[in-house]
């Protein structure tokens, strides 16, 4: 057994005991900087106001592409952020596994009960520079599985996010706040996306719960 399959096993005895559900919750994408370089991150973007939505679609962000066979992009972010992931012999189709929500400590063993969030949503990329992003780039930024961009969370909990920031918007395991501010700032940085100033103030106080 791996180190990470390891750490999953640990991490799943807790999550799912009465009382550990707030414990620190699994897993982790890739990128999370430290608080403080995510500090000294957050200080050099540019802050603005958001642009206007006009000429936004999803399909400005070609996402769930193929990444290796028949893999797609929720294919692949399943089984990284899931424990004892199965997938078909003859495709990428999930077929059993655990997955533990970072934003809620929820955890669920049907890959339908859960969602491969955008961290930092497309339309709120598309407000903050991303519209004049060609295509190609758009679509490395939605399917992005370097930087913490990508990651597993329960569906009913990130359609309650839609695509609010941060000012707006938090997880609900208020545990979590430090490290969501570290990857939202990480992701505006790689990508020079602008934040508004309440967006900044939300995530200097996420911040400092670190």
Not at 30 to 42: K, R
Not at 111 to 122: A, N
Not at 174 to 200: D, Q, R
Request: glycine fraction near 8%; include cysteine; charged fraction near 15%.
């Amino acid at each position: 057994m791996g180190l990470k399959q390891i750490s999953w096993s640990i991490i799943g005895i807790f999550a799912l005991e009465p009382g550990f559900v707030t414990a620190l919750p699994a897993p982790s994408p890739p990128g999370i900087p430290s608080a403080s370089v995510a500090q000294s991150e957050l200080a050099g973007l540019k802050v603005a106001a958001q642009e206007p939505q006009d000429g936004y679609s999803r399909s400005e962000f070609p996402h769930w592409i193929k990444q290796s066979g028949s893999c797609d992009t929720r294919d692949v972010v399943l089984k990284r952020d899931g424990l004892n992931v199965v997938q078909s012999t003859s495709g990428c189709s999930t077929t059993s596994g655990t997955w533990i929500s970072p934003y809620d400590g929820g955890t669920w063993t049907q890959s339908s009960d859960v969602d491969i969030d955008h961290l930092v949503p497309l339309s709120n990329a598309w407000k903050s520079g991303a519209s004049a992003w060609t295509t190609a780039e758009r679509q490395a930024f939605a399917n992005d599985l370097v930087n913490p961009q990508l990651l597993a969370v329960t569906d009913n909990v990130n359609e309650s996010k839609g695509d609010r920031g941060p000012e707006q918007w938090k997880p609900p395991l208020t545990s979590y706040h430090c490290t969501y501010a570290e990857m939202w700032v990480k992701v505006k940085s790689v990508y020079k996306l602008t934040i508004t100033s309440a967006e900044k103030s939300a995530l200097s106080q996420m911040l400092a719960t670190c």
